[in-house]
């Protein structure tokens, strides 16, 4: 867990909106952006202590050149998670940690320079 004031504990987006070959996400002004899920350098949950009548648990992906997100409530049969799972690396404890938090807080799932 880290704790850390750059990071948006209440993200805006933009937001994650599909997932295919490519990657897509739409950021409040409606611009659809679309990347390569194999630029993803690092993959973050993000909690924060609005829940649990508010959404408080958010997926991040910061790929090159940019980053985008989605509430943890849109992976509802979990294949998002079992996905990513499958990267070397992937950090189950911290996932776990996450879902427990009710803090401003930072769980880093994953992370391509820790390889």
């Known amino acids: 867990m880290q704790a850390n004031s750059a990071e948006s504990y209440y993200p805006s987006g933009p937001w994650l909106i ?5 990657y897509a996400c739409q950021a409040e002004d409606g611009q659809r952006i679309e990347f ?7 993959i ?5 202590d609005k829940g649990p009548f508010e959404e408080d648990i958010f997926w991040k992906l ?3 050149g940019g ?21 070397k690396g992937f950090n189950n404890e911290a996932v776990i940690q996450s879902m427990s938090s009710a803090k401003n807080a930072v769980f880093v799932v994953w992370d391509r320079n820790a390889l």
Request: charged share 25%; aromatic share 14%; glycine share 2%.
């Open 18 to 22: 599909a997932l295919d070959e490519m």
């Open 67 to 87: 980053s985008c997100y989605f509430p943890s409530s849109a992976d509802k049969d979990g294949s998002f998670l079992n996905y990513f799972q499958d990267l």
């Open 44 to 48: 973050k949950i993000i909690t924060n």
């Open 36 to 42: 390569d899920p194999k630029s993803i350098q690092a």
């Open 62 to 64: 910061e790929y090159t």
